[in-house]
């Protein structure tokens, strides 16, 4: 199973500000999932980001907001633009390792005052 | 509609006995996957069990098990003789063979409070 390494665990951000979330995984894979998490909700997909292409962005969700990066197989970047306090939320990146599991890095905990 | 839904927003039970954790799921594709996620007060996802829509038998990882009912479109997680660390919100999640890009849908959850 990967395991996959995400940074910053937490952060609090001014308003107006921008925070990039990194996720860097142990192997390669092929496409890599990014939730969002709002207080006391479910997870949301937000994109899927494949290599050496745009992302994929879910209905609600536009690029502008939520750029992403997907150097190579291994990282990817999703960055929170233009922060407001209802971005406040737990990010989440997430890969498909093998035909059955998906692993979830261990989160992003963003607040926005 | 609601593709996956967990019914129970909360529930206490008591150490060392079992619980049920209710999950219905919506699909028209006859190739899918289910899974169940334990997200501990620390943010993490820890996955917990998963199924394939053509497994014979249900699945079984330790003291959980998955209670799964195709015909009902019910996926249950049974926790056997639960622990004070069982205590957690616990996600249902889906994955459709059809759905573009592999990616799962996950249900509101639930949460649960194992009691001393």
């Known amino acids: 199973s990967a395991v996959i390494s995400q940074k910053p665990s937490r952060d609090i951000c001014q308003r107006g500000t921008s925070l990039t979330i990194q996720c860097q995984v142990d192997s390669q894979v092929t496409m890599m999932f990014w939730y969002r998490q709002q207080p006391g909700q479910s997870l949301t997909l937000i994109a899927t980001a494949n290599q050496g292409s745009e992302a994929t962005y879910e209905s609600g969700f536009v690029i502008d907001k939520f750029p992403i990066s997907r150097p190579n197989l291994t990282f990817s970047t999703l960055t929170v633009s233009n922060l407001s306090p209802e971005d406040s939320s737990i990010y989440l990146c997430?890969?498909?390792?093998?035909?059955?599991?998906?692993?979830f890095g261990s989160g992003t905990r963003l607040t926005v005052v | 509609a609601q593709k996956i839904t967990q019914t129970q927003p909360g529930m206490f039970v008591q150490e060392k006995e079992a619980v049920t954790l209710d999950c219905t799921y919506d699909?028209?594709?006859?190739?899918?996957?289910l899974f169940w996620y334990k997200q501990p007060s620390s943010g993490e996802m820890i996955f917990l069990i998963y199924q394939g829509s053509y497994d014979q038998q249900n699945a079984t990882e330790g003291r959980y098990s998955l209670n799964f009912q195709k015909a009902r479109k019910s996926a249950n997680l049974v926790i056997s003789a639960s622990q004070l660390g069982d205590s957690a919100m616990y996600f249902c999640?889906?994955?459709?063979?059809?759905?573009?890009?592999?990616?799962?849908?996950f249900g509101g959850g639930t949460r649960v409070l194992v009691k001393p």
């Open positions: 997430s890969v498909k390792p093998n035909h059955i599991g998906y692993t």
């Open positions: 999640a889906m994955r459709e063979e059809k759905a573009a890009g592999n990616k799962l849908t």
């Open positions: 699909t028209s594709d006859p190739s899918y996957g």
